[in-house]
């Protein structure tokens, strides 16, 4: 038979085993969905149509109200032909837009490129099937003797997403450095609003 004390040490053997087992799996990026909130008050933007620039989709961007020092009037850059767009209101949101034609798994493949970058800790605040924002945190190591100005944390905020209009798939993304938190959430917004234009 065996004693009290013995089923005590089972007991916090096990626990301390199971919380090491479950601490060691960081191999999958963390989720955070209540960090975030990307919503559907559009009170501090303005509908933009795109298909004078190719694309026959509306987008809603900031506004001046948005105090991200947008100006009032988008502008897009595009060279006819081209694939790519680039959507700037004024000098701190820059989105990044290209036709994909009919791959419609943008959203698969950048997460799977992500997990490759081992050098970059991911956190999923937003993991969604069309879109996805994350903090991605520059990891750092071989710090412990180093001097206390190294190992600064390296930290920035993104967002990617996928739209499908008349068949084809829009890759909205923003830059590869990020933007602060307010901003992507902001991009965020305008991604969920990008959508087909209504024909009358």
Not at 8 to 16: D, P, R
Not at 47 to 69: C, H, K, R, V, W
Not at 117 to 125: C, R
């Amino acid at each position: 038979m065996v004693g009290k004390s013995s089923c005590k040490f089972l007991v916090v053997i096990s626990v301390f085993c199971g919380s090491v087992l479950l601490s060691s799996c960081e191999d999958k990026p963390n989720i955070d969905e209540t960090d975030v909130e990307v919503n559907d008050d559009y009170y501090e933007f303005q509908d933009f149509n795109l298909a004078q620039y190719d694309i026959p989709a509306m987008i809603s961007l900031p506004d001046e109200t948005a105090n991200i020092g947008a100006s009032t009037k988008p502008e897009v850059i595009h060279t006819e032909s081209d694939i790519k767009w680039t959507l700037k209101v004024g000098q701190n949101f820059e989105l990044e837009i290209e036709d994909y034609a009919d791959v419609t798994d943008l959203i698969e493949v950048e997460k799977k490129e992500l997990a490759d970058k081992d050098f970059y800790k991911i956190n999923y605040i937003i993991d969604e099937k069309d879109l996805i924002l994350y903090e991605r945190t520059l990891v750092v190591k071989g710090t412990d003797n180093a001097s206390p100005t190294v190992g600064v944390e390296h930290k920035s905020y993104h967002v990617y997403g996928q739209k499908i209009v008349n068949g084809l798939t829009y890759e909205l993304s923003s830059r590869e450095e990020g933007y602060e938190k307010m901003i992507i959430e902001l991009m965020a917004k305008s991604i969920k609003s990008f959508k087909p234009i209504k024909k009358s």
